[in-house]
């Protein structure tokens, strides 16, 4: 082969691989500013919804903050157009209920019952979740007997019971549920179910049936000031919005 020939083709050669490198790095910059865009796009949207649900939250409580605020007595009605942001509800609460303001708040709109009263039963029943019954397993906040034909009506057939147990051989038969949510879910539900619909729409009402004077697993006499200081709890936080 002579050596012009040869030069010729080395020349060809190192043209075809200089074009190829440069449609390389075309194509790599092109799929990499594709990248870029995508993720950028991804961010962005991101950005948006985080936005869209903070806007959300600030304009449920402006709705809330802007709704009448009733005082509670042994004569307030719990059934209740809420008034309060789960968010504003959580300030006020104290020991293991603390973070579930949002929680009392969703299940007491679902139900029309004053999360507010949801939340002083919670605290009135487990002394502001750090009794026995409000911690694993039981996750009982509402103070809930054994009733498992309740629980199934409530939750349904198929949803897993995990069953009751005594505190102390031979006391109380408690509910236990799965979650704490549950449990606010229950109590907002039955008070709902077995009460309001039911006539006993006070707390004074509530309280003959659900806290009774006298009653068997009550043997510190605690239901007597029962209404007292779900009334307390409850002012202490509607003082503040009112």
């Known amino acids: 082969m002579k050596i012009s020939t040869l030069i010729k083709k080395k020349t060809s050669l190192l043209y075809l691989f200089g074009v190829l490198f440069i449609m390389g790095i075309s194509i790599f910059a092109t799929m990499h500013h594709s990248n870029a865009e995508t993720i950028e796009k991804k961010d962005k949207q991101v950005q948006e919804q985080k936005q869209e649900k903070i806007d959300q939250r600030e304009q449920q409580s402006e709705t809330v903050q802007n709704k009448p605020v009733q005082m509670a007595s042994q004569h307030y009605n719990v059934e209740q157009e809420n008034t309060i942001s789960g968010s504003e509800l959580d300030e006020h609460l104290k020991g293991n209920l ?3 303001g949002t929680d009392f708040v969703k299940s007491g709109e679902e139900q029309d019952i004053d999360p507010v009263f949801l939340a002083a039963l919670a605290a009135q029943e487990t002394g502001w979740g750090n009794s026995d019954i409000a911690s694993s397993h039981w996750n009982n906040i ?6 498992p034909e309740i629980y199934a009506n409530i939750f349904g057939d198929d949803y897993p019971n995990p069953g009751c147990e005594q505190l102390v051989e031979g006391g109380t038969n408690w509910q236990k549920f799965l979650s704490i949510e549950d449990s606010i879910q229950f109590k907002a539900i039955y008070l709902k179910q077995y ?6 729409e006070t707390i004074g009402e509530i309280q003959l049936s659900y806290a009774p004077s006298e009653a068997a697993n009550d043997a510190n006499g605690l239901n007597h000031h029962w209404v007292k200081n779900i009334v307390s709890i409850m002012n202490d936080v509607k003082e503040e919005q009112a």
């Open 142 to 147: 509402g103070g809930i007997t054994c009733m």
């Open 98 to 100: 603390k973070g579930l």
């Open 195 to 200: 009460y309001v619909e039911n006539g006993k």
